[in-house]
Each structure stands twice: as structure tokens, then as C-alpha cells.
């Protein structure tokens, strides 16, 4: 049995919570959070705590908090035997001011509400000492059925390469959403076609699935679709895209 702390209550620490509570060999020993009305959404099931004196012993404790905090709340733990890892995909493993340290990276959007089976979520895993590999390849194999090992260096690309894919390709159907909404039409019109889109890339790769006027070099309708554009910021961002498009295939219009 491993036992594991989640400190974090947000987002992923939700997620994590209902992936480990449900896993045979897991035991969430305790769920630490600053925040007294969100621990409320664990206590039917586990200790919580908001009291960083009171964090329990555990093999694992698994930080689970805004960038920017995971220093000081893994300073909390300085005195613990377990191994600390945090869930960031921009930080490098050493932020961690902990000797036994490691990294434990669900690549996937995360969001409060919205279930998801994790058995299909990559996790990138990461240690400073080897002697905590096995600890953590075995948790992470109760909830995943995709488990590698990434260093720091790597998981930093992996985590840019997942702002293109999905930060910006959301913002995008924001876009799409907004245009939409502005002339009076449903965005269900285009789900669909985002379906499709996305459906594709698991057979060809991205450069053979590309379609539209920039790959084609169609200018006319380039011009015509920018004359439809209010916002500057998306004159911009069509005019970056277009440009970015039409260099990968100029060679082939
Ligand atoms: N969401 C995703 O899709 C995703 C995917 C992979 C990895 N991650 C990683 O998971 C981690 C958490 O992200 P999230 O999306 O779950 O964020 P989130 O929903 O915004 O939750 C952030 C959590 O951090 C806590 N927190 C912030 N500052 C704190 C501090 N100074 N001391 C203690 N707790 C503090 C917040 O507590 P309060 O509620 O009290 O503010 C909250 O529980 C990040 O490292 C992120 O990179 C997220």
C-alpha cells in the first residue's frame, strides 16, 4: 500500500483525489489546503488539514499548487522521509529544496467538474535519487496506464509543445466562438469540423492534415477574411498564422 498526501486543492488535486481514492493499492493519507471551504470537498473521504504543522507522515507527497507556491509550501515538508514531487510541467525538478525530490507530470487539461479517466493520461515522471523510481512508477501505475520517465529539460519542451496544442488552439475557438455569437450563429456549427480536426492527427500528421486558403496560397480569400475582422488582435493573429502556414508549404504552391 502507498500512502499519499495531495497538498493543493485546486484543479488537479481534485482530479488526482478521485484517481488515487478509487485506486486498490493507494491510500490518501490526508489532503493539505489553505483554503477551509475547499478542503470540505475531501472530508467525507480523507483528513484534511490547513495547518502546515499538522501535514502527516507518507511515502508520497504530491504538491499540488500554483506554480509559483510549490517552494514554499515543499518547505513545509523538509523535515519528511517521503519522497516531494510537484505537477508542473514549466518547473524544473530542483525548485524543490528537498534532497529526496521528484517530478510527477499528468500531461492533460485539468479542469474542476469536469471528469476524466486517467488511465489514458501520460505521466512524466522525474527523481533525484533512483531509490524513489520504483516508488513512483508504482503509483503512478495505479492511476495510468501511461507512465514515463522525463527529465526537467525535456518535460519543459513537452509542456511548450502543450501550450501550442491546447492553450492556444482553445483561445483560437474562443475566436472562432466570438465571430460565431457576433453574426447570430451557433459555435455547434463548428464542432464538427474542431472534432474532425483533431480526430485527424491521430492517423496523418499535422503538415499532411492542413487545409484551408494560406496552405492552398487562395490570397484573394486571405484579403477578403481579413476585411471581416473588428478586432486588430485577431487581424494579427490571422495575418501570423497565414504568414506561418504559408511558409511551411511555399515551397510546394
Ligand atoms: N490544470 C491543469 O490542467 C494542470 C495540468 C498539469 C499540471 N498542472 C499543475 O498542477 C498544479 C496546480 O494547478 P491547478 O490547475 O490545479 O491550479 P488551481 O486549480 O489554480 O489550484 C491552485 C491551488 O494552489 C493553491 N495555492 C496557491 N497558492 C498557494 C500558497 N501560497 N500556499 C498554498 N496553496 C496555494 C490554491 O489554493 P487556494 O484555493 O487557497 O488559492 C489551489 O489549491 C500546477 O503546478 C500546474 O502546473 C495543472
Excluded: W
Excluded at 514549466?90 to 529526496?100: H, L, Q, R, V, Y
Excluded at 486571405?222 to 504568414?243: P, R
Aim: charged letters at 25%; hydrophobic letters at 40%; glycine letters at 4%.
Amino acid at each position: 500500500m502507498y500512502s499519499v498526501i495531495l497538498l493543493g486543492t485546486g484543479n488537479l488535486a481534485q482530479h488526482l483525489f478521485d484517481a488515487f481514492i478509487s485506486a486498490p493499492n493507494v491510500k490518501i493519507e490526508q489532503v493539505y489546503g489553505r483554503n477551509a471551504e475547499k478542503l470540505k470537498r475531501f472530508q467525507p473521504q480523507v483528513a484534511t488539514c490547513s495547518i502546515p504543522s499538522e501535514i502527516k507522515d507518507a511515502d508520497v507527497y504530491i504538491i499540488a499548487v500554483k506554480d509559483d507556491a510549490i517552494v514554499q509550501v515543499a518547505e513545509h515538508l523538509s523535515s519528511k522521509k517521503g519522497i516531494v514531487v510537484h505537477t508542473s510541467g514549466a518547473k524544473e525538478m530542483d525548485c524543490i529544496p528537498i534532497p529526496n525530490r521528484g517530478v510527477f507530470y499528468p500531461l492533460q487539461t485539468f479542469t474542476e467538474g469536469k471528469p476524466l479517466d486517467f488511465k489514458d493520461i501520460p505521466v512524466c515522471l522525474e527523481v533525484k535519487q533512483d531509490s524513489s523510481l520504483q516508488l513512483l512508477q508504482a503509483l503512478a501505475q495505479e492511476v495510468s496506464g501511461r507512465v514515463y520517465q522525463i527529465d526537467s529539460e525535456q518535460r519543459k519542451k513537452l509542456h511548450l509543445a502543450a501550450v501550442f496544442v491546447n492553450n492556444f488552439t482553445n483561445h483560437l475557438y474562443h475566436i472562432g466562438e466570438d465571430i460565431c455569437q457576433k453574426e447570430g450563429l451557433s459555435f455547434s456549427l463548428l464542432q464538427p469540423l474542431i472534432q474532425e480536426t483533431a480526430k485527424k492527427i491521430l492517423e496523418i500528421s499535422p503538415i499532411e492534415a492542413q487545409t484551408g486558403p494560406a496552405r492552398r496560397g487562395d490570397d484573394q480569400s486571405i484579403k477578403s477574411h481579413l476585411s471581416l475582422l473588428k478586432n486588430q488582435k485577431h487581424v494579427e493573429l490571422y495575418t501570423l498564422f497565414s504568414e506561418a502556414i504559408k511558409k511551411v508549404y511555399e515551397e510546394k504552391l
